[in-house]
């Protein structure tokens, strides 16, 4: 079945230092992938999304990086503000197109 | 509306007891899902609604959870004689287009049910 996970469900950053969020799917046949934010008592907010025939995407200080060797995809955010402290969810869309798989999600902490 | 809305935000109920839970999707939006977020996890696949259509309802967890979307806009997602596994946060979450890949899901901020 599908299995989307991530690799650390914790991570605490200094501010101002880049992070890197990692994420590991099992499905071969996943092609479009996205990244959430969830802050605490609020629904997921769309960071930034990848189809399968590119390895990277740039936005607003985020980037994504997806490895389709390894079934591996990454957040990288720059210069981390304490505004970024939330947890983090890859998901990737199933065969049918119906859903998407989230993972567990990282807790994200930035220390001031 | 201007986001998805959904209601009650907070919800407690005995068990056995029969709960309903609203979605305001965005006005337009084609595509509606619910998904239910379990503490400490990721969202989970309820169900999912293009237009008024249920188009998969795999990921009900069994026959007392019903979902309807019977005029294409809003949805009411309705657990009967609840059970305290049922507690968890309920997002709902909606998407302009029938395909995905030409847009982003648009989630509330959820319905936490409380099952005592």
């Known amino acids: 079945g599908e299995s989307v996970g991530l690799h650390l469900p914790t991570l605490s950053v200094q501010e101002g230092d880049n992070s890197i969020i990692n994420c590991a799917y099992s499905?071969?046949?996943?092609?479009?992938f996205i990244w959430y934010k969830q802050e605490s008592g609020k629904g997921p907010q769309f960071i930034i999304d990848?189809?399968?025939?590119?390895d990277k995407r740039q936005g607003q200080r985020v980037t994504v990086l997806l490895n389709k060797t390894v079934k591996h995809l990454s957040l990288q955010i720059a210069a981390t503000q304490p505004g970024d402290s939330a947890v983090y969810f890859c998901a990737d869309l199933s065969n049918t197109g119906n859903q998407f798989y989230f993972g567990t999600g990282t807790s994200l902490t930035v220390i001031p | 509306g201007a986001g998805v809305s959904q209601s009650p935000r907070y919800k407690v109920a005995k068990r056995g007891q029969d709960v309903a839970l609203r979605c305001d999707p965005i006005s337009g939006h084609v595509s509606l899902f619910w998904y239910q977020q379990a503490l400490g996890q990721g969202p989970e696949f309820l169900t999912y609604?293009?237009?008024?259509?249920?188009?998969?309802k795999s990921g009900l967890p069994s026959d007392r959870f019903f979902a309807e979307r019977p005029e294409g806009s809003v949805s009411t997602l309705k657990i009967q004689r609840t059970q305290q596994e049922d507690s968890a946060v309920y997002l709902c979450?909606?998407?302009?287009?029938?395909?995905f890949g030409t847009g982003e899901l648009f989630f509330g901020e959820g319905s936490r049910l409380t099952v005592l």
């Open positions: 979450a909606s998407s302009l287009g029938r395909r």
């Open positions: 990848i189809r399968s025939n590119m």
């Open positions: 499905n071969s046949a996943s092609d479009y």
């Open positions: 609604f293009q237009n008024e259509a249920q188009l998969d």
